[in-house]
């Protein structure tokens, strides 16, 4: 079945370090692939999204790659701040009438002063 | 600014009672998701409705869990008896499907529950 493996936290950076957080997927057919964000005490919110293979998403700063050829989507962030502190996850929507959402377990970044 | 809306935000209840969370989705949405995320288990997809039916219910315990939708702009997760080990965040998502194109998710604030 589907599923998507990222990589294990927590990630510590100090700020304006370079951020990479590691995604692969497994999946039948052709999935979207997003990135959520979870910051403390609130729900998940979108980040990025890219539908098709080469599509890049970005947003605040951050982006991903839709690579089919390595089934990953691995997020990355040229120089992260303090307020990027958050749990990171990444999803695949199944093709389908259900719009289902499998997400990956979830990575905390914390980036220090 | 539209957005789903959960209640209560928090809920502290003892071994036994019966909790009932309430969403309101996005309007014009066509799926709701039920959603619990612990330590322990990560994010666990409990339920799904498309145009209010239930597609999915299989991540819930059904000895003790039900999901509904009464009407579009209401979707309720019960909890009957509660036991400590439900004690967790419950998140509301919804989200709109046409024509099998996936848009994204969104999700309410979440619901604390702690079961003493």
């Known amino acids: 079945g589907n599923s998507v493996t990222q990589m294990e936290g927590p990630v510590t950076l100090s700020e304006e370090a370079f951020l990479t957080i590691n995604c692969t997927y497994t999946a039948t057919g052709y999935p979207s692939l997003f990135w959520y964000v979870q910051y403390p005490g609130e729900g998940l919110q979108l980040l990025l999204k890219a539908t098709k293979a080469d599509d890049k998403g970005s947003n605040k700063g951050f982006e991903a790659t839709y690579r089919k050829e390595t089934t990953s989507f691995h997020l990355e962030k040229g120089s992260v701040q303090v307020s990027d502190s958050a749990v990171y996850f990444c999803a695949l929507s199944d093709r389908g009438a259900t719009n289902k959402l499998i997400f990956g377990t979830g990575t905390l970044l914390a980036v220090q002063p | 600014d539209a957005r789903v809306t959960q209640t209560p935000r928090h809920k502290v209840t003892e071994m036994g009672q019966e909790v009932t969370m309430r969403c309101q989705p996005i309007?014009?949405?066509?799926?709701v998701f039920w959603y619990r995320q612990t330590m322990m288990q990560g994010l666990e997809l409990l339920a799904y409705f498309r145009n209010r039916a239930p597609l999915d219910d299989s991540g819930m315990p059904k000895d003790r869990f039900s999901a509904e939708m009464p009407d579009a702009t209401l979707a309720t997760l019960k909890i009957q008896p509660s036991e400590p080990r439900d004690s967790a965040v419950y998140f509301c998502a919804s989200g709109l499907v046409l024509g099998g194109f996936h848009n994204e998710q969104f999700f309410g604030p979440g619901t604390r529950l702690t079961v003493l």
């Open positions: 309007l014009g949405h066509n799926t």
